[in-house]
């Protein structure tokens, strides 16, 4: 081979080809973008309603759970103002039905999709998460190991080393931020119920999760637990296996 070949194999870029979905993996991940559509048209009624109460001086806690107060404090506006904040009330509800309805829709294909039931054995992933990882999920073998696999989500920190010193900054963010965002919602949920965990039981051992909340802060944390999620999900899919705590 001379030399021009050799440079030619050497930069050529590594191709990653897509296999071409099913019909049922098409139509499950449409589920989950027409839900993850509807969230976010959600978010935007809850907070155009907290803007439009605040200007009569009624405030309300941010957060999802506090739609209720937020809803029944509406209902303390002037009456010239009622019937536009009214509609959008209305509107927040349909909604609300719409998500209920596809989110049951996505929780009856996952229990029909023995990939999707055994990455939902994983703590933190649940039933919206395993259907959409085993959805999207292109084949393994493309990824060398799990550190690829979270490479490929964006969760691995970007490199910044020079003079034989490595510098870490924050993750590459690149990827599917759909999947993302569900391992770190559910990196989350893990962490809120270690925090009652350690709370109620002062004779637990700690373990890697604890040793890291007592050092970084939660977010931080997050991240990195979600790093290992993604890790474990690349290994069960791999191997065929269901969740072993040996895993994680």
């Known amino acids: 081979m001379d030399a021009e070949a050799i440079c030619e194999a050497v930069t050529r870029p590594t191709m990653r080809f897509v296999p071409v979905k099913s019909v049922e993996t098409q139509a499950a991940l449409l589920d989950h973008k027409t839900r993850d559509f509807l969230v976010r048209q959600r978010t935007q009624i809850i907070n155009a309603i907290r803007a439009h109460i605040g200007e009569f001086g009624i405030v309300v806690a941010k957060g999802i759970q506090n739609v209720e107060r937020l809803i029944a404090a509406a209902r303390n506006m002037p009456e010239a103002a009622r019937a536009a904040v009214d509609m959008m009330a209305e509107q927040l509800q349909g909604t609300q039905d719409r998500i209920d309805a596809v989110t049951a829709r996505i929780a009856e294909s996952q229990a029909d999709d023995p990939l999707a039931r055994r990455l939902a054995t994983v703590p933190g992933v649940g039933a919206i998460s395993s259907s959409a990882f085993a959805a999207t999920t292109p084949d393994v073998s493309a990824f060398r190991s799990g550190r690829d696999y979270a490479a490929w989500l964006g969760l691995t920190p970007r490199a910044h ?20 965002r569900l391992l770190y919602l559910g990196a989350m949920a893990r962490i809120s119920a270690r925090r009652v965990r350690r709370t109620t039981a002062t004779n637990a051992t700690p373990d890697w999760l604890d040793r890291m909340l007592d050092r970084k802060p939660v977010k931080v944390v997050a991240i990195a637990l979600a790093n290992r999620m993604a890790r474990t999900i690349w290994a069960l899919i791999q191997r065929g296996d269901s969740y072993r705590a040996s895993l994680a």
């Open 161 to 180: 080393s020079s003079g034989g010193k490595e510098r870490l900054g924050r993750i590459s963010k690149a990827g599917n931020r759909y999947l993302r």
